[in-house]
């Protein structure tokens, strides 16, 4: 046999598990970066908010991202500190029909924060909105409502006890107008399903934070007055430990001037308060001047929680254009994210970057 074969036959299998070891790696990182992937520019908000100060920066997680999409789950895993399903836990989702309980999306959500170190922020036990038909529609007595809604702040947060840092027990409770919203739950019960559904909560997981989540509440005014009332009557039974301020703004209404002070008179009441579903809607298309104009109502958003010493939370409402649910409510609106629907970064992610880098 020629010497050049006899070294080739001693070579070829250290070729061979050099090219297969190479395979191997190289789909290891396809399979970790996600294709869908880009890079983004500069460290992670979640680690330039850490060295900063401490605040915890959150996105709410879209399902259909968080199940299909690679690049999806790594810049969520990337970039935020704390993760709010944003449909799987409603009521809707988790009990469609009476007693079928189906928590397959939720599970996931809750497995892939506690895989990739996030918390999660449990939304929502007790709203007016996603509710399953049988519950919408159905004929409940007070006592039987009642129940309903005990026994299901309960089991949704017995499943989750001691996985959620906060659970939004009560959303939207507040109409624009200064009273208490219409709602199953506040035309059957009354005002004190309130305080009812955070006594049970407290039960269900004691060390889990409660808060309440309104919509449009950011600004001095009619509504977040009565949310003010509300809060100093939990808080005055130990049943609230955060006011959640959702904060979906657009150009013609950005960031409200009275913001910081409204958050400041709900901190002093002793609880934490947090921005809980930023996002800011565009018309469509939007050009480079509503994509800067957008930037800087983020930049104020992180500069009014950090200016608020219990401000300890900023969840933006999901962090890609690609899911959003603003063009489905509002049609002709949309790109309201910090990413675009490619996974690249925005003017908006750079200037809410920069903001919380600031000194
Ligand atoms: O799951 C069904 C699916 O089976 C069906 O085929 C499809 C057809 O439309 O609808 C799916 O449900 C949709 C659901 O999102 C999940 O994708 C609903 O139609 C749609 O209305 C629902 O929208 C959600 C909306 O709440 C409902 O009010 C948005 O994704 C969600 O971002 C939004 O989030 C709320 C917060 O929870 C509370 N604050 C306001 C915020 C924005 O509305």
Partial sequence: MPRWLRRLLIAAPFAL???????????????????????????????????????????????TGLRNEPGFREDLAREFAILTPENAMKWAFVEPERGKLDWAAADRAVDFARRHGLAVRGHTLVWYSQLPGWLQD???????????????????????????RTWDVVNEAVADDGTLRPSVWSDTLGPSFIADAFTTARKADPKARLAINEIGAETLGRKSDKLLEIVKALKARGLVDEVGFQSHFNLEHGVPKSMAENLRRFAALGVDVAITEADVALREPAGDDELRAQAGVYRDLVDVCRAVPRCDSLTVWGFTDRHSWIPDSSPGYGSATLLDDELRAKPAYRAFAAALAAP
């Avoid at 605040?55 to 709410?60: C, I, R, S």
């Avoid at 004929?139 to 959620?164: C, N, P, W």
């Fill in 138 to 164: 159905g004929t409940f007595s007070a006592a039987q409502l009642r129940k309903v809604m005990d026994d299901h702040i309960a089991t949704e947060m017995g499943r989750y006890k001691g996985r959620i």
């Fill in 17 to 63: 598990f050099a090219l297969v070891l190479l395979g191997a790696l190289a789909s290891h990182h396809d399979s970790v970066r996600g294709p869908d992937a880009k890079p983004l520019p500069g460290p992670p908000l979640k680690q330039i908010a850490k060295a900063h100060g401490g605040l915890l920066v959150g996105t709410a997680a879209d399902e």
